[in-house]
């Protein structure tokens, strides 16, 4: 199981969910990506990608400016 971290500080909607979907796409299932964004869009906007996509988020939290939400890829 992989771990990586995709940085999407400063990207307005909808590209960290864009970016989420590219990275996503090169990892395998249970492979996890912590996304660091600045968007608040962001809150909502991935975790309806993921639902959507077969996707779980892991975790989601707000300090600051910066969110960052995990996600599990699924099959």
Known sequence: MKQLEL???RLLCP????KTQN???ELS?????KVICTDPGALS???AWARIHGHQIVESVEEG???TITVRVGA
């Open 7 to 9: 940085d999407a500080r």
């Open 15 to 18: 590209l960290p969910v864009i």
């Open 23 to 25: 990275k996503v796409a």
């Open 29 to 33: 299932s249970g492979d996890l990506l």
């Open 45 to 47: 906007d991935i975790p």
């Open 65 to 67: 400016d910066e969110i």
